[in-house]
């Protein structure tokens, strides 16, 4: 087995809302784990990839594709994950942690996620179990625009052009900073030690593989393989894929899901049933087109689902099956 250490060397920007201006000058959001997006492609600029497709899709596409021929053609996804760590030493899966929807990480832990009268929720903060939690909180700093010039040439600033991103920090409930580590099984025979940009900003991080028997990763599936029956939560987004331009709900023949529809419990909550939460959710920004990619709707990280039996993968789109490939719907067995 093989792991992706992703090291951010400074605070990331990882920004959900398009970068706008006076209108929403007060908006932000953000979220505090890489998109699948944005770690494929920094494994392709680690691995020296060159897209030539203009389209800001089919530029992902062809990524896709790019790492598939790099890493055998494997049908395995690239990298599953993240699970979140606040130690570079990582040797307990008690020490990692799994966003949770909308504004914390939760510890991977038994005692942390409970069941009750056949209910899943979290363990209450108040029970003297805060070491369940960390909060992230982005913090909102304000830029100018720069204007791109000839090839080769320096950006110029644009002046009366400003914007808000954020940068993600990570504290404990006592209010003590931590340094992230993103953790990833890699499913690739190349061997990566290389620092790329990583999110936006010209935000750098220094991407590791490493080949370890670790029991912590063990726990991580993915729809494309087999289900075993258990209780599972996201690590990534899980992709909402409309099947019908006027779909309004959820349901077999509307959307396209790589889980069963009546497997899907929702976001926990500490005192009430889990909630089911749709997002919208940005494809990133596309370096070879110099355009964003259009948006998904997606149940968050941290949506707990529960397969009662073992459950073969379907058949998916091309679509969904490339978003699975580049590790989206990542869920980890808790039990």
């Not at 691995?47 to 899709?57: C, Q, T």
């Not at 949770?100 to 108040?126: F, M, Q, R, W, Y």
């Not at 000839?150 to 914007?163: A, D, L, P, Q, W």
């Amino acid at each position: 087995m093989k792991i992706l250490e992703i090291k951010p060397l400074e605070p990331l920007s990882l920004p959900l809302s398009l970068i706008g201006g006076v209108d929403v000058f007060t908006v932000t959001q953000s979220t505090p784990i890489p998109l699948p997006t944005t770690v494929a492609g920094a494994l392709g600029a680690s691995m020296d990839v060159v897209l030539s497709l203009m389209d800001p899709m089919d530029s992902l596409n062809e990524l896709i594709m790019e790492l598939k021929n790099l890493c055998g053609n494997c049908e395995k996804p690239i990298a599953l994950g993240p699970l979140v760590c606040f130690d570079e030493q990582i040797t307990d899966q008690s020490k990692c942690y799994a966003y949770l929807h909308p504004g914390k990480l939760l510890l991977l832990a038994e005692h942390c996620i409970v069941e009750n009268n056949g209910i899943v929720h979290l363990k209450n903060k108040s029970e003297d179990h805060d070491e369940c939690y960390v909060d992230f909180t982005p913090i909102t700093v304000v830029g100018v625009s720069l204007q791109r010039t000839k090839s080769g040439e320096e950006k110029v600033v644009r002046y009366g052009y400003m914007y808000r991103y954020p940068l993600i920090t990570f504290r404990t409930p006592s209010g003590r900073a931590l340094n992230p580590l993103y953790i990833y099984e890699f499913n690739c025979e190349e061997n990566i030690n290389a620092v790329v940009r990583f999110g936006g900003e010209s935000r750098v991080a220094k991407l590791t593989t490493r080949s370890n028997e670790a029991s912590y990763l063990k726990n991580i599936k993915s729809p494309l393989d087999e289900l075993e029956k258990g209780l599972y939560i996201a690590l990534s987004p899980i992709p909402v894929i409309p099947l019908k331009n006027d779909a309004t709900q959820i349901s077999p023949g509307n959307v396209e899901l790589p889980v069963h529809i009546e497997s899907i419990l929702g976001v926990p909550q500490e005192t009430r049933p889990a909630k089911i939460r749709i997002t919208r959710l940005g494809l990133g920004f596309s370096e070879a087109a110099k355009k964003r990619r259009p948006e998904i709707l997606a149940l968050p990280p941290g949506t707990l689902i529960k397969v009662k039996e073992d459950v073969k993968p379907p058949k998916f789109s091309n679509l969904m099956r490339n978003l699975l490939y580049i590790g989206f719907a990542a869920l980890y067995k808790l039990r």
